[in-house]
């Protein structure tokens, strides 16, 4: 077994060689799973982004839906009115 005292100059080259490789392969590590990240993040906004704009394009295709009511009641007061007429006009025929 090498002792403190048995390493020379040759072996400290070494350990700075392989210290240095390790260090290099950890950044290279942490380089390539923050792109893989990243590119996650941006597949995810992208995606987001599209179905903001599919339900900005549901609002807007089914605003009318919205103002059905208005129209149903408009229409039952036409018919009301409508049938007013007609009992009008009738009570009116009868009494010719």
Do not use: C, F, Q, Y
């Not at 040759?10 to 950890?26: H, N, Q, S, V, Y």
């Not at 609002?59 to 036409?78: C, K, P, S, V």
């Amino acid at each position: 077994m090498l002792g403190r005292d048995d390493w020379g100059p040759e072996d400290m080259d070494t350990g700075w060689a392989i210290g240095l490789g390790i260090g290099t392969l950890i950044v290279v590590v942490v380089v390539v799973l923050l792109l893989l990240m990243i590119r996650g993040a941006t597949r995810a906004a992208e995606k987001a982004e599209a179905i903001l704009d599919a339900l900005l394009d549901a609002r807007d295709n089914t605003e009318g839906l919205w103002r059905l009511d208005t129209t149903n009641r408009t229409a039952g007061r036409i018919v009301e009115a409508a049938a007013k007429t007609r009992r009008h006009l009738a009570a009116g025929a009868s009494r010719s």
